[in-house]
């Protein structure tokens, strides 16, 4: 069965510091893996995207690393700012049946940011 | 439109009624996706359209959940005699292609509550 797995489930950091958000995956055969950021009552926004041959990806302050080896990704937060505060959601696609790419979600990390 | 529209935002209603949700996907893009998020829950994919075909009903929940898509464009989820459980934030997404390849765009969701 397909499974993405994130930690920390809860994050909470001082504004200015860095953090790093965890997702490891069983999906396969793998296609892509992207991050989300998900502010309260909105709909979830991409952040990177990754495929089997890219090992780190950035999008400002926001950096994503793949090791399709041991299906593990990371995705790290430098200099957060209040604004970071969000659900950060991990999302792996693999191949279905009739040449789709199904999206398998993660739970997703909860930062919160203080000033 | 610029982005992706769901309507009603919020929708209040009685156990045992029938709901409709509405999705305008981004004009163009052929690739349509439904999800539900529970509180406190990751995201859970209901259906994948592309075009007006639905080649994976697999996350639809149960018989009393149905989805169709007309004209390339506007998707309907109907969910009969609706049940508590059925509470949930329900998401749209729209691609330019097949969810893996291209960025996938949500729309704002529609807030269920089955009382």
């Known amino acids: 069965k397909n499974q993405v797995e994130q930690s920390p489930q809860s994050l909470i950091i001082l504004e200015g510091k860095n953090c790093t958000l965890q997702?490891?995956?069983?999906?396969?055969?793998?296609?892509?893996l992207r991050w989300y950021k998900q502010d309260t009552g909105r709909g979830p926004v991409s952040l990177t995207i990754?495929?089997?041959?890219?090992n780190t990806k950035s999008n400002g302050r926001y950096t994503a690393t793949l090791d399709a080896d041991t299906k593990q990704s990371s995705l790290h937060i430098t200099a957060s700012q209040l604004s970071d505060s969000a659900s950060y959601i991990c999302?792996?696609?693999?191949?279905?049946?009739?040449?789709?790419?199904?999206?398998?979600f993660g739970r997703g990390t909860s930062l919160i940011v203080h000033p | 439109g610029a982005g992706v529209s769901q309507s009603p935002s919020n929708k209040v209603t009685e156990k045992g009624k029938d709901v409709e949700l509405r999705c305008d996907p981004i004009?163009?893009?052929?690739?349509l996706y439904w999800y539900r998020q529970s509180l406190g829950q990751g995201l859970e994919f209901l259906i994948y359209?592309?075009?007006?075909?639905?080649?994976?009903k697999s996350g639809l929940p149960s018989d009393r959940f149905s989805a169709e898509r007309t004209g390339g464009s506007v998707s309907t989820l109907t969910i009969q005699r609706t049940q508590q459980e059925d509470s949930a934030v329900y998401l749209c997404?729209?691609?330019?292609?097949?969810?893996?390849?291209?960025?996938?765009?949500f729309g704002q969701g529609t807030r269920l509550t089955v009382v």
């Open positions: 997404a729209s691609s330019l292609g097949r969810y893996g390849d291209r960025e996938a765009f």
């Open positions: 999302v792996v696609s693999g191949f279905a049946s009739g040449g789709s790419y199904i999206p398998t």
């Open positions: 990754m495929t089997f041959s890219e």
């Open positions: 004009s163009g893009h052929t690739a």
């Open positions: 359209f592309q075009g007006n075909s639905a080649p994976d």
């Open positions: 997702c490891n995956y069983t999906v396969s055969p793998f296609s892509n």
